[in-house]
């Protein structure tokens, strides 16, 4: 037998690898081997009929939460991930120096999402607490144990976090973003920061910022954000700022996702780099985000078009988690990491984190996600 699995006649759809059209997806010893019109049939342990079905990369989430019962940002994140087609995904800035070897042991032992991190600058981490943020309080950054925690777990840490808002960061100055960045550079990896609701505005914070830095949630619609206090046309700064190669991510969560915000960006022509969803327990439980292919219907709503939403949901987030051509991507060699996803027609309310509704007309449903080349979840009939 050629293969372990074959996914045999769906729609592949893998912008990334320049992969489209019918095709068949062959599958041993958990990577992918063939993907070609009209592989043996026969020549496979198991055949999967993907007709009708859009048939995807694993989808890679660059931003959620993973660390269970140590905040309010943890969850099972296994069981929401394969319901939504979501093979890996990254934790942005749980944890910190202090307690980083408890988001590794969560991960190692009850974790199957292929899993990396970004270390919070501040020693606490994310700790969830209405009492000020993780870095309110100056001391709590720890620069040099961050950047230590980082070097000694390569195969894990990839970045490092800063949350800047009010009430997370000791001064409202580019101060915290200078020091995160300094760190970044001793650990010779990105930095992802956190912008919503800046009290200063995000061309200061782009200032100090370099290429392939990451900057989250960049539709949030409230102070300072990409288009400033006018809210109405993109910042120039913004725009440069993407030119030149910072990452604009927009993870949803519970307070950065605006309708009217994303609809004016696409509409002046600013796309987000990666599509991820801030997934923590509440916001999965209660909405609005719920999961990644429901983030991935609002921007499809919006105008983004389909192959650039999966692009934006598979080998982009990848390359920037180390993984370009292993993960996120159909092409042979790769670990056998598929979504298998139905684009259903109908009327679908869909919310933002400010509260307002739109109908759309299509939504991306995650029916079967396959992971290092098992079936990890197959959604029942309905
Ligand atoms: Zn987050």
């Given at each position: 037998?050629?293969?372990?699995?074959?996914?045999?006649?769906?729609d592949?759809?893998d912008p990334?690898a320049?992969l489209?059209g019918?095709?068949?997806v062959?599958?041993a010893?958990?990577?992918?081997?063939?993907?070609?019109?009209?592989?043996p049939?026969a020549?496979?342990?198991r055949t999967?009929?993907?007709?009708?079905?859009?048939?995807?990369?694993?989808l890679?989430?660059?931003?959620?939460?993973?660390?269970?019962?140590?905040?309010?940002?943890?969850?099972?994140?296994?069981?929401?991930?394969?319901?939504?087609?979501v093979?890996t995904?990254?934790?942005?800035g749980?944890?910190?120096?202090?307690?980083f070897a408890?988001?590794?042991?969560?991960?190692?032992?009850?974790v199957?999402t292929?899993?990396?991190?970004?270390?919070?600058?501040?020693?606490?981490?994310?700790?969830?607490t209405?009492?000020g943020g993780?870095?309110a309080h100056?001391?709590?950054a720890?620069?040099?144990?961050c950047?230590?925690t980082?070097g000694?777990?390569?195969d894990?840490?990839?970045?490092?976090?800063?949350?800047y808002g009010?009430?997370?960061?000791w001064?409202?100055?580019?101060?915290?973003?200078?020091?995160?960045?300094?760190t970044?550079?001793m650990?010779?990896?990105?930095?992802?920061?956190?912008?919503?609701d800046?009290?200063?505005p995000?061309?200061?914070?782009l200032?100090?910022?370099?290429?392939?830095d990451?900057v989250t949630?960049?539709?949030?619609?409230?102070?300072?954000?990409?288009m400033g206090?006018e809210?109405q046309?993109?910042?120039k700064?913004?725009v440069?700022?993407?030119?030149?190669?910072?990452?604009?991510d927009?993870?949803?969560?519970?307070?950065?996702?605006?309708f009217?915000m994303i609809?004016?960006?696409l509409?002046q022509?600013?796309?987000?780099d990666t599509?991820?969803?801030?997934?923590?327990?509440t916001?999965?439980?209660?909405g609005?985000?719920w999961?990644?292919a429901t983030?991935?219907?609002?921007?499809?709503?919006?105008?983004?078009?389909?192959d650039?939403?999966?692009?934006?949901?598979?080998a982009a987030?990848?390359k920037?988690?180390?993984?370009?051509?292993?993960?996120?991507?159909?092409?042979?060699?790769?670990?056998?990491?598929?979504?298998?996803?139905e684009?259903?027609?109908?009327?679908?309310?869909?919310?933002?984190?400010d509260?307002d509704?739109?109908?759309?007309?299509?939504?991306?449903?995650?029916?079967?996600?396959?992971?290092?080349?098992?079936?990890t979840?197959?959604?029942?009939?309905?």
């Amino acid at each position: 037998m050629t293969y372990d699995l074959l996914v045999a006649g769906g729609d592949v759809i893998d912008p990334g690898a320049g992969l489209k059209g019918a095709m068949d997806v062959g599958i041993a010893g958990g990577k992918i081997v063939a993907v070609a019109p009209h592989l043996p049939h026969a020549e496979a342990r198991r055949t999967i009929s993907a007709k009708g079905l859009l048939v995807a990369p694993g989808l890679v989430d660059i931003h959620a939460h993973v660390f269970v019962n140590a905040h309010d940002m943890g969850g099972h994140t296994d069981h929401f991930c394969r319901h939504s087609g979501v093979t890996t995904l990254c934790d942005a800035g749980s944890t910190g120096s202090s307690n980083f070897a408890g988001l590794r042991q969560v991960i190692d032992e009850s974790v199957r999402t292929r899993i990396r991190a970004f270390v919070n600058l501040s020693a606490i981490g994310i700790t969830g607490t209405s009492r000020g943020g993780e870095l309110a309080h100056f001391p709590y950054a720890d620069p040099e144990g961050c950047a230590r925690t980082i070097g000694e777990n390569p195969d894990l840490a990839i970045g490092v976090k800063l949350r800047y808002g009010p009430g997370l960061v000791w001064e409202y100055t580019t101060e915290p973003v200078k020091l995160a960045r300094r760190t970044a550079a001793m650990a010779g990896v990105p930095l992802m920061i956190h912008i919503t609701d800046s009290p200063i505005p995000l061309p200061d914070i782009l200032a100090e910022m370099a290429p392939g830095d990451i900057v989250t949630h960049c539709y949030h619609g409230r102070a300072n954000g990409i288009m400033g206090e006018e809210k109405q046309f993109v910042l120039k700064e913004v725009v440069e700022a993407q030119r030149h190669g910072i990452i604009f991510d927009c993870a949803h969560g519970r307070n950065h996702f605006n309708f009217r915000m994303i609809e004016k960006a696409l509409d002046q022509g600013f796309l987000p780099d990666t599509i991820s969803t801030d997934l923590t327990l509440t916001s999965a439980t209660r909405g609005p985000v719920w999961d990644l292919a429901t983030t991935m219907s609002k921007l499809l709503h919006f105008g983004l078009p389909l192959d650039e939403v999966i692009r934006r949901a598979t080998a982009a987030p990848a390359k920037i988690l180390g993984y370009e051509g292993t993960v996120g991507t159909l092409r042979p060699g790769a670990n056998a990491d598929l979504a298998l996803i139905e684009l259903r027609d109908g009327r679908f309310e869909l919310t933002d984190s400010d509260g307002d509704t739109i109908t759309a007309r299509r939504r991306l449903i995650t029916r079967t996600t396959i992971k290092d080349g098992r079936i990890t979840y197959e959604r029942p009939a309905d």
